[in-house]
C-alpha cells in the first residue's frame, strides 16, 4: 500500500529481516555452545534459570498479597540469591571432576560425570517450585495437595542418593563418637 510508509530499518525490509536472522543465528550458536559444555547437565540448569525466573515473578505477584511492600534491597537480594544457587550447581561440578580426577588417578573408572552437580541442581529445582506453590497460594490459587507431597518427595529422594552415596556429611564430621 503506497500511503503506508515503513520506517527506515524497520523489520519488513531487506535490512530489518537480516538483522533479525543475525541475532537468531547468534543466539543459536551461544546456546549451542553453552549445551555442548553443560552436556547432561544443561537441561537441570536451564530448568532451574526458568524456575529462578519464574519463582521471582510469583514472589514479586505473591509481595501484594502479603502486604509487602517491594523494595530494591529485597529484589536485589532476591537475584542474589538466585545467583548463588547457580554457584552451588558449579560447586556441584568442581566435586564431580575432583571425582572424576581421583577416579582415574588411582584407574577406577566411573559411569558419570556431573552425578553431584545434578542432584544439586535437582534438589535446588525442588526448592523453587516450592516456593513458587507458596507464591501461587499466597495470591489466593488454590493448589492441589498431591502436587505439594509428590515435589517434596522428589527433594528428599535427591537428598537421600547423596546420603547413600556417602556425600551427606558424615564422612567430614568424622562421624559418631569423635566428639
Known amino acids: 500500500m503506497p500511503w503506508v510508509m515503513e520506517p527506515e530499518g524497520s523489520f519488513f525490509d531487506g535490512k530489518g529481516v537480516f538483522a533479525m536472522e543475525k541475532m537468531k543465528a547468534v543466539i543459536t550458536t551461544v546456546m549451542g555452545g553453552v549445551m555442548g559444555m553443560l552436556g547432561i547437565l544443561a537441561v537441570p540448569v536451564l530448568v532451574l534459570v526458568g524456575c529462578n525466573v519464574v519463582d521471582y515473578v510469583t514472589g514479586l ?6 502486604r509487602q511492600a517491594l523494595d530494591s534491597y529485597r529484589g536485589f537480594r532476591g537475584i542474589a540469591k538466585k545467583v548463588c544457587m547457580w554457584l552451588l550447581v558449579a560447586v556441584g561440578a568442581v566435586m564431580d571432576w575432583l571425582l572424576l580426577y581421583a577416579s582415574e588417578t588411582v584407574g577406577i573408572s566411573l559411569p558419570f560425570t556431573f552425578l553431584v552437580a545434578c542432584v544439586v541442581a535437582i ?3 525442588c526448592n523453587e517450585l516450592l516456593s513458587i506453590m507458596e507464591n501461587i497460594a499466597d495470591i489466593g490459587v488454590p493448589l492441589p495437595d498431591f502436587l505439594m507431597r509428590a515435589v517434596r518427595y522428589v527433594k528428599q529422594q535427591a537428598e537421600g542418593k547423596m546420603g547413600e552415596n556417602g556425600l551427606d556429611g558424615s564422612a567430614m564430621d568424622g562421624g559418631e563418637g569423635d566428639e
Do not use: E
Open 61 to 66: 505477584l505473591a509481595a501484594k498479597y502479603r
Open 123 to 125: 534438589w535446588l529445582i
